[in-house]
């Protein structure tokens, strides 16, 4: 019983933050450029990442910290033009939200995907990955993580210039 009341209340808190976010008509949904000024931001910019774990610069904040009810850990990220994370895993899976801009997903083995707002992106628990903005665009997105009693992120090497620029 506790285990499908745990689903059941991860469930709702997602539908809650997918509701919220498809009644905001804050931005231009163009596929092209699309550099969002801080006062179209839905979230505050936030701390910028370490560069241990970002190339070029990245600004988070935490918009749930996780807790035994919940076990789910949510936040925004925006990625300035051409920034992106190291290569990553989650022990817990991530779901990430696009809520402005154009930026780029890839897991370990797979081509490059395009993200743009209103996009919702699976990456599954304990496979590498790495997101950010496309080189044009700016990228805000709200990150969730379940399942944080099995940890939160294991940060591992950048990813190159090559890789990152693969996507043609």
């Known amino acids: ?14 539908a809650l933050v997918a509701a919220f976010l498809l009644s905001f008509k804050g ?10 000024t801080a006062s179209q931001a839905i979230f505050p910019k936030g701390q910028q990442g370490p560069a241990e774990n970002f190339t070029g610069k990245s600004f988070s904040t935490r918009l749930l910290d996780s807790d035994s009810t919940y076990n789910t850990l ?6 300035e033009p051409g920034a992106r994370s190291n290569w990553h895993k989650h022990p817990g899976g991530q779901i990430l939200i696009i809520t402005a801009g ?13 993200m743009r707002k ?11 990955h790495w997101h950010g903005a496309s080189p ?6 709200m990150y969730i993580i379940p399942n944080t009693q099995k940890g939160i992120v294991e ?6 210039d090559k890789e990152y620029n693969a996507f043609k």
């Open 1 to 14: 019983m506790k285990q499908i009341r745990h689903k059941l209340t991860i469930r709702l808190s997602l």
């Open 155 to 160: 940060w591992l090497q950048p990813v190159t």
């Open 74 to 79: 949510v936040g925004n990220v925006l990625f």
């Open 27 to 36: 931005f231009s949904q163009s596929k092209a450029k699309s550099n969002v």
């Open 118 to 128: 209103g996009d919702v992106v699976k990456c599954p628990p304990n496979v590498e």
């Open 102 to 114: 154009v930026g780029y997903h890839q897991q370990k083995g797979k081509p490059i995907e395009i």
């Open 136 to 141: 044009d665009s700016s990228l805000h997105q």
